[in-house]
Nanobody, 112 residues
Framework: QVQLAESGGGSVQPGGSLTLSCVAS?????????AGWFRQAPGMERELVAR???????FYDHKVKGRFTISRDDAKNTVYLQMNNLAPEDSAVYYC?????WGQGIQVTVSS
């Protein structure tokens, strides 16, 4: 089973940027691997933020499209989420996901 470890979260001011990383261990990511980022704010359901389908087809939730970028480096077994122009409503715990595996989650807080 794949183990996922997120990093790169923290606190930023509105308009700031963060890059989340998700390193996979126990299995090799490749072009066939669906990988995504979800987030969950307090009292809310977990929602899909961005997802890479096999062969690099990408989906973004409308709330982040144009501000967030998902990417992957299969040589490093890592999936990234570049987040620009962050807003307070982006504050949440962010989770990395591949089929059958979730990361432990990492906090992102956007406030002035």
């Amino acid at each position: 089973q794949v183990q996922l470890a997120e990093s790169g979260g923290g606190s930023v001011q509105p308009g700031g940027s963060l890059t989340l990383s998700c390193v996979a261990s126990g299995s090799k990511l490749n072009a066939y691997t669906r990988a995504g980022w979800f987030r969950q704010a307090p009292g809310m359901e977990r929602e899909l933020v961005a997802r890479m389908e096999p062969f690099a087809e990408i989906f973004y939730d409308h709330k982040v499209k144009g501000r967030f970028t998902i990417s992957r480096d299969d040589a490093k077994n890592t999936v990234y989420l570049q987040m620009n122009n962050l807003a307070p409503e982006d504050s949440a715990v962010y989770y990395c996901n591949v089929p059958h595996s979730w990361g432990q989650g990492i906090q992102v807080t956007v406030s002035s």
